[in-house]
Nanobody, 115 residues
Framework: QVQLVESGGGLVQPGGSLRLSCAASGITFRINPSMAWYRQAPGKQRELVALITTGGTTNYADSVKGRFTISRDSAKKTVYLQVNSLKPEDTAVYYC????????WGQGTQVTVSS
């Protein structure tokens, strides 16, 4: 069974940056599955933010293009999300999962953007 542990969130001012990490463990986790970051704001549905395919192709939601960057370290079984130029509307709990989301959800990491 795959376990996903997200970290790196926090409280930042508008325009700030964070680096989110997602560490995967579990013997069934393939080395290079397609992975993604999702987020869920209060009162809203969970949405796809960024994905990285097995081949390394990336794609982003229009709302974060040019500000967020997804990457992976396959040896460490870790997926990252660099989030820059943060806006208040980026406030949410951020989760990682497969693309599509085939694993059990982790606890997520809270990102709060506020002055």
């Amino acid at each position: 069974q795959v376990q996903l542990v997200e970290s790196g969130g926090g409280l930042v001012q508008p325009g700030g940056s964070l680096r989110l990490s997602c560490a995967a463990s579990g013997i069934t986790f393939r080395i290079n599955p397609s992975m993604a970051w999702y987020r869920q704001a209060p009162g809203k549905q969970r949405e796809l933010v960024a994905l990285i395919t097995t081949g390394g192709t990336t794609n982003y939601a229009d709302s974060v293009k040019g500000r967020f960057t997804i990457s992976r370290d396959s040896a460490k079984k870790t997926v990252y999300l660099q989030v820059n130029s943060l806006k208040p509307e980026d406030t949410a709990v951020y989760y990682c999962n497969g693309w599509p989301p085939i694993y059990a959800w982790g606890q997520g990491t809270q990102v709060t953007v506020s002055s």
